[in-house]
């Protein structure tokens, strides 16, 4: 499978607990993405990765949030002392320069569903 | 500031109907992207379709067809003869051109259910 992966697919923890996600992306794509969605929403940036480069970050993203690509391949997410508003589905998503008119195209991964109880 | 609206939360439809999916977007860039993609209840984002703001040409894929008009600003998707398979949230996204801006722009989305 060359799509992209995520791992856990599921999380249930406590809040105040830390938990870390992973993305493995598609392996010739060096932009990476990290989105959030909660029920009934579309999903909300997060942050971006352009190979370990982390360029672009939201506000939506508390100190308690951080976010690595140490080698330009996968990336983790992290949230420290997590709270109840931090339950929703972790997407991560690839995409890869493509030289031409607006080629790129961000391909998801099937997501971390958190349940912070 | 930029936006997109899918009007329509839900959408109930019997099996072979035609259905269209409204989604209107607003950006000041000249240049951006829009798309279509389809959210199964695996939770899965599966891309649709990609359309550059300077191409409104319309597109068919099988059963599938978007309509795009820069001059109202619309991103309308039609599926027909729909399928029970078909089931799933359908979101529109908008993005804008080069740059480090990367980030995709997205509708709440239009639940669509196709019963048998």
């Known amino acids: 499978d060359t799509g992209v992966s995520q791992n856990p697919r599921h999380k249930i923890t406590k809040r105040g607990q830390n938990v870390t996600f992973r993305c493995d992306p598609i392996?010739?794509?060096?932009?990476l993405y990290w989105y959030r969605q909660t029920l009934g929403q579309g999903p909300e940036f997060l942050t971006y990765?352009?190979?370990?480069?982390?360029?672009?970050k939201s506000r939506l993203l508390s100190d308690r949030f951080s976010a690595e690509r140490p080698k330009g391949s996968f990336s983790t997410l992290e949230i420290q002392r997590t709270e109840q508003g931090d339950s929703a589905m972790y997407l991560c998503?690839?995409?890869?320069?493509?030289?031409?008119?607006?080629?790129?195209?961000?391909?998801f991964g099937p997501g971390t569903r958190l349940l912070v109880l | 500031a930029q936006k997109v609206t899918q009007a329509q939360t839900e959408i109930s439809v019997v099996e072979k109907e035609d259905v269209t999916l409204d989604c209107v977007y607003e950006t000041r860039d000249t240049t951006y992207y829009l798309f279509w993609y389809k959210q199964p209840p695996s939770g899965e984002l599966v891309f649709l379709i990609r359309r550059n703001s300077f191409d409104e040409q319309n597109e068919i894929s099988g059963r599938y067809s978007w309509n795009f008009q820069k001059s109202t600003s619309s991103f309308n998707f039609t599926i027909t003869a729909s399928q029970v398979v078909d089931s799933a949230v359908y979101f529109c996204?908008?993005?804008?051109?080069?740059?480090?801006?990367?980030?995709?722009?997205w509708g709440l989305g239009t639940s669509l259910a196709v019963n048998p």
């Open positions: 990765f352009q190979n370990e480069a982390q360029l672009e």
């Open positions: 998503a690839s995409s890869s320069p493509v030289v031409g008119l607006g080629k790129e195209t961000q391909y």
């Open positions: 996204a908008l993005a804008p051109w080069g740059g480090n801006n990367r980030k995709l722009i």
């Open positions: 392996s010739e794509h060096n932009r």
